[in-house]
């Protein structure tokens, strides 16, 4: 904002873009010239999004057996004897109407005799595996590679 006094006595204030008070102040020679660089708008950086990684066929295979084979395993076994073994376990899955899809097998098992809880672990043949755990309810550990871990 600018203020001038008026030949009557008055004050004025008016208000001047920034941009027509570039230069003023300096010699008529450098009228114009800057010292700075010259305002540029540049278009906004394009932001980069990273998609989530999917799982190889395999691992979601595993993923989906495991889901389905652990839920359809808990409510056939509830309020009856759960297996205490993987070895066990595997002897009663056509009892229970339950087996994995395409070559996938349920290669570990758990049960918590305490709280009433198992996991279980579903290898593909490339070795990608995952296990769920009846207790959250939910997909718990899984791989690209490696085998079932230990359960025990």
Do not use: F, H
Not at 44 to 59: F, I, Q, Y
Not at 85 to 103: C, Q
Not at 113 to 134: F, I, M, Q
């Amino acid at each position: 904002m600018i203020s001038l006094r008026l030949a009557t006595g008055l004050t004025a204030s008016v208000v001047v873009p920034a941009l027509l008070l570039v230069g003023c102040g300096e010699d008529s020679a450098d009228a114009g010239a800057s010292s700075s660089a010259p305002l540029t708008t540049q278009p906004p950086a394009e932001e980069v999004v990273t998609p989530p990684s999917t799982p190889s066929d395999d691992l979601a295979s595993a993923q989906a057996d495991v889901e389905s084979l652990a839920v359809q395993l808990e409510s056939y076994y509830r309020g009856g004897d759960y297996p205490r073994s993987l070895d066990e376990l595997l002897g009663t899955l056509a009892d229970a109407g339950v087996a994995p899809t395409e070559d996938n097998e349920v290669a570990a098992y758990a049960y918590d005799a305490d709280t009433v809880e198992l996991t279980l672990c579903v290898e593909a043949p490339s070795g990608a595996w995952a296990t769920y755990d009846t207790e959250p309810m939910t997909l718990r550990q899984g791989a690209e590679s490696g085998g079932c871990p230990d359960l025990g």
